[in-house]
């Protein structure tokens, strides 16, 4: 239930999973992972009031803050391969982004960015970028005082969210005189357990 993407790490690999542990014991009891849910209207909802509530901590001059979601990088050839090979691959990415453009929308806001974070792995292989903390360097360079950076691609407020974004990227966002804001992720969220009592029953 903590999956809201397609792409073989976000959906395929537990179907994986979950065949080979069925596969090791006698009368394992069924498992059926819930769909996808990068689209739907309570999770959206969820995100997007996490945004509201997150400009209401900054101050009034930082009241133009740049919208910023973001998501965990994955290899550029996975990504590249993930999803129906007819549809074109990126399912993954192209499914953060869709959840991105949904959330600014009902936000009325049409200008923002979407970066990666979490990349794992030896440095020659090329992960999505551009990576938070160098984005946030960027967004310096151009003159952006605040940002509220929205984890759309997590659901939990685990050791990456916690890690890369309250820590290493409130970090340089500070030694940069940066305002950073982080909304809160969706899990903790009645809307985020009603949906998946609504996946269950679907």
């Known amino acids: 239930a903590t999956s809201a993407w397609g792409g073989y790490s976000g959906c395929r690999q537990y ?16 498992l059926t992972k819930i769909r996808q849910f990068y689209d739907h209207p309570l999770f959206l909802d969820a995100v997007a009031d ?9 101050s009034d001059e930082a009241a133009d803050a740049r919208l910023v979601f973001t998501a965990h990088s994955i290899p550029t050839s996975a990504d590249a391969t993930g999803g129906p090979p007819d549809a074109g691959g990126r399912l993954y990415s192209r499914r953060v982004a869709e959840a991105a453009r949904l959330v ?10 979407l970066v990666w974070q979490s990349r794992s792995g030896p440095p020659r292989v090329p992960w999505l970028e551009p990576d938070i903390v160098d984005h946030l360097d960027a967004l310096h360079e151009r003159g952006v005082t605040s940002v ?15 890690w890369d974004l309250d820590t290493e990227a409130r970090d340089r966002a500070a030694e940069l005189g940066m305002g950073f804001v982080r909304a809160a992720t969706a899990g903790t969220d009645p809307r985020f357990a009603q949906m998946v009592r609504e996946l269950v029953q679907e």
């Open 50 to 58: 996490a945004v509201r509530a997150s400009r209401a901590e900054l």
């Open 148 to 162: 509220i950076v929205v984890p759309v691609g997590f659901i939990s407020d685990h050791l990456e969210v916690v």
């Open 15 to 30: 179907h994986e999973d979950i065949r080979r542990a069925r596969s090791a014991v006698e009368e394992a009891p069924d």
């Open 104 to 113: 600014a929308d009902s936000l009325g806001v049409d200008d923002y960015d």
